[in-house]
């Protein structure tokens, strides 16, 4: 089965940019998306087919997608952009799969 | 306002069963796939099943299959999940989510499923 790595925890002084991976096997043949969670709420969806942002969704928040890494990128962080963040990809039209998460930290 | 919002969770000795069921508002559930995506407390997301839009085609998860039945209601704008058998493993907070082309684009808070051991 196909597995997407993220890491555990990624730390970003308050106005810096974070950036967390999305590793897979080839996955930039593929389309990512991601999606913020924080504390006891439902996940919401920040970026999807690689680098489209819902409507809703700040600007700061930006994706890219190529060979075997996907990355999300939040340009002048927040104290508000605390959360656990996921990306999901499809490895086929039916084996729907989520990135371990990964847990970002604004100093 | 677009919003899902399921029920039906509670406590549940192993063996036994639930029906979860996911409720839409603010727009009609029969112009898409559907999903229920599950969370263990303090783990990730981790897929569980879907379903066409006209009920025709289901999808599981190994770790469901032969035990979870997903069904919906297009009339009654609602999603359901039949759980058998279930073990302390299902233990999860269990969401409700739209598919809008292959992302999820609408979530429900989630309900709460406990299996103990």
């Known amino acids: 089965s196909y597995e997407v790595t993220q890491p555990l925890s990624v730390s970003v002084a308050l106005g810096q940019t974070a950036t967390i991976s999305c590793g897979g096997n080839n996955i930039g043949s593929k389309n990512v998306h991601w999606y913020q969670q924080k504390p006891g709420q439902a996940p919401v969806l920040v970026i999807y087919r690689d680098n489209n942002r819902p409507s809703g969704i700040p600007e700061r928040f930006s994706g890219s997608n190529s060979g075997n890494t996907a990355t999300l990128t939040i340009s002048r962080a927040q104290a508000g952009d605390e959360a656990d963040y996921y990306c999901?990809?499809?490895?086929?039209?039916?084996?729907?799969?989520f990135g371990t998460g990964t847990k970002v930290t604004v100093l | 306002e677009e919003q899902l919002v399921e029920s039906g969770g509670g406590l549940v000795q192993p063996g036994g069963s639930l029906r979860l069921s996911c409720v839409a508002s603010?727009?009609?559930?029969?112009?898409?796939?559907m999903h229920w995506v599950r969370q263990t407390p303090g783990k990730g997301l981790v897929w569980v099943s879907r379903?066409?839009?006209?009920?025709?085609?289901?999808t599981y998860a190994d770790s469901v299959k032969g035990r979870f039945t997903i069904s919906r209601d297009n009339a009654k704008n609602t999603v359901y999940l039949q759980m058998n058998s279930l073990r302390a493993e299902d233990t999860a907070v269990y969401y409700c989510?739209?598919?809008?082309?292959?992302?999820?684009?609408?979530w429900g808070r989630g309900t709460l499923v406990t299996v103990p051991s």
């Open positions: 989510t739209r598919d809008n082309d292959w992302y999820f684009d609408l």
């Open positions: 999901h990809v499809w490895d086929t039209t039916t084996a729907c799969v």
């Open positions: 603010g727009f009609s559930l029969n112009s898409y796939w």
């Open positions: 379903i066409k839009s006209d009920g025709t085609t289901t």
